[in-house]
């Protein structure tokens, strides 16, 4: 596997930089490449210790809890509070979401599925991982 192959997208990488600086701000490629470096390997570490949790328990996928368990047990409070509060939220729009299509199946009013700005809207995005060695080892 290249170093290409394991980092994030730069070109994600460089829409989330733009986004929190201003607009006529630029951003040199290095800066991307620094970054993009960083947030995988902060990504790769999480994931690592989710994935370990998981591998003791023998299971295989890493869920939201398992990523908020770990951010937790690496002293990462702030982050574990804003994926907490995250997974709540998502919880919420699920079961509301499970409610109304149910409501909507009753009274005989079959719904189809929600459309992707929908899912989008009401959703947030977990990494998940199938397999232990899909995440860096470093530490």
């Known amino acids: 596997m290249t170093d290409e192959d394991r980092l994030l997208p730069i070109a994600n990488?460089?829409?989330?930089?733009?986004?929190?600086?201003p607009s006529n701000a630029k951003i040199s490629k290095e800066a991307k490449q620094t970054v993009q470096?960083?947030?995988?390997e902060f990504i790769s570490f999480v994931t690592c210790e989710a994935s370990d949790?998981?591998?003791?328990?023998?299971r295989k996928t890493v869920n939201g809890?398992?990523?908020?368990?770990?951010?937790?047990?690496?002293?990462?409070?702030?982050?574990?509070?804003?994926?907490?509060?995250?997974?709540?939220?998502?919880?919420?729009?699920?079961?509301?979401?499970?409610?109304h299509n149910k409501g909507s199946n009753d009274s005989g009013n079959e719904k189809g599925p929600s459309t992707r700005s929908d899912l989008q809207s009401?959703?947030?995005?977990?990494?998940?991982?199938?397999?232990?060695?899909?995440?860096s080892t470093a530490r």
């Open 122 to 135: 009401q959703s947030t995005k977990f990494i998940r991982v199938v397999e232990k060695g899909s995440s």
């Open 65 to 99: 809890d398992d990523i908020w368990w770990a951010l937790s047990t690496l002293g990462l409070d702030n982050y574990a509070d804003a994926v907490g509060r995250h997974l709540h939220k998502y919880r919420e729009a699920e079961r509301e979401r499970a409610e």
């Open 13 to 21: 990488v460089g829409r989330l930089m733009k986004q929190i600086l």
């Open 37 to 40: 470096e960083c947030a995988t």
């Open 53 to 58: 949790k998981c591998h003791r328990e023998n």
